[in-house]
Nanobody, 116 residues
């Protein structure tokens, strides 16, 4: 059974920082691309950042310059470093492993709450 185990998140004041982590098995991490999604109450889920196996990454415009996605191949872990957090970043964040033609796998989700 494939597992993506998330850690990090919590409550932070606006302007603060948090780092999310997502760890999976070597078999999955070596084959799949990784992404972070978020879903705020009453809003659809949106992709926040993606990183390919070769390290090529992208983030959505609303977090550009504040969020960074990275991966540590030695630890089979993908990170989302979130700086200068804003109240509108409040959401449940999920990591996802994805590869064209194969099943997607999701982490359990973690709450990020940014107070104003």
């Amino acid at each position: 059974q494939v597992q993506l185990v998330q850690s990090g998140g919590g409550l932070v004041q606006a302007g603060g920082s948090l780092r999310l982590s997502c760890t999976t098995s070597r078999d999955i991490f070596g084959l799949y691309n990784m992404a972070w999604y978020r879903q705020a109450p009453g809003k659809p889920r949106e992709v926040v950042a993606t990183i390919q196996r070769d390290g090529e990454d992208s983030v959505i415009a609303s977090v550009k310059g504040r969020f960074t996605i990275s991966r540590d191949d030695a630890k089979n872990t993908v990170y989302l470093q979130m700086n200068n957090l804003k109240p509108e970043d409040t959401a449940v964040y999920h990591c996802k492993a994805f590869m064209w033609g194969l099943d997607d796998y999701w982490g359990q989700g973690t709450q990020v709450t940014v107070s104003s």
